[in-house]
């Protein structure tokens, strides 16, 4: 199961740091990719790093502002976030990738834990 963590309130521009966390299983040596929902709307990609660590992909709007990482010995996934803006409000959720690709498509990921609001005002 997976925990995604570390959401909040943080104003325009502001920085903050998602982790996601197994409770059991190994996320450190999966595919792993971060999705959010906005309320009204379909989940969507937004980062993913492959088993390795060596290759990440990020959707459009948040590249160059979000970055998706591994700490060696740690069991987690990160994404850290800056230069928030209000259109980055949403529901953050992580899932492990079956390929381990890291690909951007819903229909790959599985074990999805429930997930964590971030909320940007202006």
């Known amino acids: 199961q997976l925990q995604a963590s570390g959401g909040g309130l943080v104003q325009v521009g502001g920085s903050l740091r998602l982790s996601c966390a197994a409770s059991?299983?190994?996320?450190?040596?999966?595919?792993m990719g971060w999705f959010r929902q906005a309320p009204g709307k379909m989940r969507d990609f937004v980062a993913a790093?492959?088993?390795?660590?060596?290759?990440?992909n990020y959707a459009g709007s948040v590249k160059g502002r979000f970055t998706i990482s591994r700490e060696k010995g740690k069991n987690a996934v990160y994404l850290q976030m800056n230069s928030l803006s209000p259109e980055d409000t949403a529901v953050y959720f992580c899932?492990?990738?079956?390929?381990?690709?890291?690909?951007?498509?819903?229909?790959?990921?599985?074990?999805w834990g429930q997930g964590t609001q971030l909320t940007v005002s202006s």
């Open positions: 899932a492990t990738d079956r390929t381990g690709y890291g690909t951007t498509r819903l229909r790959d990921y599985h074990d």
């Open positions: 059991r299983g190994t996320v450190s040596t999966a595919g």
């Open positions: 790093i492959n088993w390795s660590g060596r290759s990440t």
